[in-house]
Each structure stands twice: as structure tokens, then as C-alpha cells.
């Protein structure tokens, strides 16, 4: 019950816009460093270099979400693809995740469009792969629809399907014919019981059985997790199924269970780690918080350090 109250009011503050042009301005504090890696390409790349030296690939966000004017659409696409030069430069093992809405998609299609093209002109060209994160359930249709019209032109793009949601298994099912590069997630927005299953225990079932059914569907699938059931059922799901390990990883973010992330590495599972950098950290640090209560205590204990 106190779990989900916690829950619910970080999810409520992730969205808040005041606190999140606050956080603009005042840099990465109350321990939002240790999820968030950097403020500027340059000072993520030293990150992502450390992480390929234990053997972990990367893939990168540059935050932002729930922009509103063309102008700041343009400068993150910008930024993306200065990132993906920067990783062909730097030979770096890191992959590209973003976000539509950070890219005008509360604009217009038009203009959300017409980035995702310049970003997968340039990320092709250096062999960069791109992944659209899933947002709110408000934006996941159009998502999925942007998602299959990139397809047709670019190879270089993946999307997220989220556990929780009750048409996830429907869309795997409406995608395969993409043969696409899925994503698995359980979901981390606040949803209502009409789209998403209330209980952990049904999103947890439902989240095994749709990594079953895309690996088993024999297309690319990225389990991005810290739940040791669920990556107990996926190793066992590839040792029965014989699925190759060049058709899947796992995934965890920068900041949570290195040592898990280690030991995956270790035992011959590409792992990538999901590394977020820039200065719009707000929502993006409010949403780690409402996962874990253990993460609030590690911001408190941060606070009271300092
Ligand atoms: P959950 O939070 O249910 O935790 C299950 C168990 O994992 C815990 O009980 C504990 O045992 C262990 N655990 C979790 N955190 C731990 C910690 N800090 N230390 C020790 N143990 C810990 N969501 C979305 O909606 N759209 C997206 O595009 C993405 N993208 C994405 C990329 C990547 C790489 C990851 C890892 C996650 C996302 N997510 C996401 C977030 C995802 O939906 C989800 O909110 C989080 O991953 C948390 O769910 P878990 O599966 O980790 O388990």
C-alpha cells in the first residue's frame, strides 16, 4: 500500500513542469547522478568507453521528453545525431535509445517524422542503431505506427513493447510481419486499470509470456530487466527453445545492479546497459525513484551525507 502511494506521487512529480525546468537549471542533484551519467556527449563518452572495457555495450538517451516548440524538436535531433557521429568516431559499442516526444511528436507526425528520418539517414550511414522508447500509453499508438513507417524505409530502428499493457501480446503478434527489434519492458508510467494490468504478479506473467513468444517468433529481442525471475525464466527459455545467443540480450539501466550486469557478461549474455545523459534528468530521475523505495532511501542517505 505505502509502496504504491510512493509510486503514485513520483509518477506525479515526474510530470510536474515547473520542478522539471527547475532542474534545468540547478544540474544533476539529490543523487540523480548516480542514473544519470553526464551533462554533455563529450562527458558520456568516457562513461560508455569504461563500460565497453568490462565488456557491456550501451546505448545512450540524451533526455528530454514532452517538448513543445519545433525549435527545442530540432536541437535534440541535433544532439542525436551529433551522438551517433560521435560513437562511429570513437569506435564506441553503444547503440542510440530516443524518445518521440522529445522529437515534436506533441507537435505534429509531420515534424516528429521528419527528425526520425534525419536521425536514421545518419545512423545508418554509421551503422548506429536506433531505438524508440515507449512512452505513455497516450503516445503509443502513433508510436507503433511511426515505428512501422520507419520500418519500411530504415533497417537500423527498433521499437519497446511494455508488459503491462493488455494489447502488448496483440501488437508482438501485428509487428512480426516487421520482423522487428523489440525492446521488452514491464512499463514505468503511471496507466489506468482500463489499458494496464494493476497487479506486478499480471504484469510479471505477461511480461514472461510475451519474451516466450518473441523469442520463439525468432526475432531480435532485448529483455530489459533487474528482476532476477524474470531473467531466470529467459535463460531457461533460451536453453529449451536453443535460442541463439545472437538473437537476444539483456539490458538494465546505468546505475542499477552493475554487479547483475557483470555477472550476465561473464556468462556469455550480451548485456547492454542503458546509459541516460543531459540536463533534462527531471522526469527521467522521478521515474527510478517510483520503482524502488530502496532508491529514495539511497537519495536520502545521499542528501544527508552532503
Ligand atoms: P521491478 O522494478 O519489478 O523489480 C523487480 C525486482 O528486480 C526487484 O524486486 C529486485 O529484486 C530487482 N531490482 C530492481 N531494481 C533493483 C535495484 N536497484 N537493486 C537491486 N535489485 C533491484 N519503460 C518504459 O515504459 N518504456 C521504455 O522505453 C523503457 N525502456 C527501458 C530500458 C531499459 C534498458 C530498462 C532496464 C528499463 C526500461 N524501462 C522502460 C523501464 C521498465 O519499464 C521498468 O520500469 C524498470 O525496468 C523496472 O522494472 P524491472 O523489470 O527492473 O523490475
Not at 554509421?126 to 503509443?140: G, L, S
Request: charged share 30%.
Amino acid at each position: 500500500m505505502m509502496e504504491m502511494m510512493m509510486r503514485n506521487f513520483f509518477l506525479f512529480l515526474s510530470k510536474n513542469r515547473m520542478l522539471t525546468k527547475m532542474s534545468k537549471k540547478y544540474g544533476r542533484r539529490f543523487g540523480a547522478a548516480r542514473f544519470v551519467a553526464g551533462e554533455t556527449i563529450d562527458e558520456v563518452v568516457q562513461v560508455i568507453k569504461n563500460l565497453n572495457e568490462s565488456n557491456l555495450s550501451v546505448t545512450i538517451d540524451h533526455l528530454g521528453e514532452f517538448i513543445s516548440s519545433g525549435e527545442e524538436a530540432n536541437e535534440m535531433t541535433l544532439q542525436v545525431i551529433k551522438a551517433i557521429k560521435a560513437i562511429r568516431h570513437k569506435q564506441l559499442d553503444s547503440q542510440i535509445s530516443v524518445k518521440l516526444t522529445s522529437l515534436g511528436m506533441d507537435i505534429s507526425n509531420e515534424i516528429v517524422m521528419r527528425n526520425m528520418q534525419r536521425i536514421l539517414r545518419v545512423a545508418e550511414e554509421n551503422d548506429v542503431f536506433v531505438t524508440i522508447d515507449m512512452e505513455d500509453y497516450a503516445h503509443c499508438q502513433r508510436t507503433l505506427d511511426l515505428f512501422k513507417q520507419l520500418k519500411k524505409e530504415f533497417h537500423h530502428v527498433g521499437t519497446v513493447i511494455q508488459a503491462y499493457l493488455y494489447r502488448s501480446e496483440k501488437d508482438i503478434e501485428d509487428l512480426r510481419k516487421y520482423s522487428p527489434h523489440l525492446r521488452l519492458v514491464k512499463g514505468a508510467y503511471k496507466e489506468s486499470k482500463e489499458v494496464a494490468y494493476p497487479m506486478k504478479k499480471d504484469v510479471d506473467e505477461n511480461f514472461k509470456k510475451i519474451i516466450k513468444m518473441h523469442l520463439i517468433n525468432g526475432n531480435y529481442t532485448a529483455i530489459a530487466t533487474h528482476d532476477d525471475q524474470i531473467i531466470e525464466y529467459t535463460k531457461q527459455i533460451i536453453r529449451e527453445h536453443k535460442i541463439p545467443t545472437d538473437q537476444c540480450e539483456f539490458q538494465m539501466l546505468y546505475g542499477i545492479r552493475p554487479e547483475k550486469q557483470m555477472e550476465l557478461a561473464k556468462q556469455g549474455y550480451k548485456m547492454r546497459v542503458y546509459v541516460p545523459y543531459g540536463g533534462d534528468w527531471y522526469g527521467y530521475f522521478m521515474r527510478r525513484l517510483a520503482e524502488r523505495p530502496a532508491n529514495v532511501l539511497f537519495v536520502l542517505k545521499g542528501m544527508m551525507r552532503k
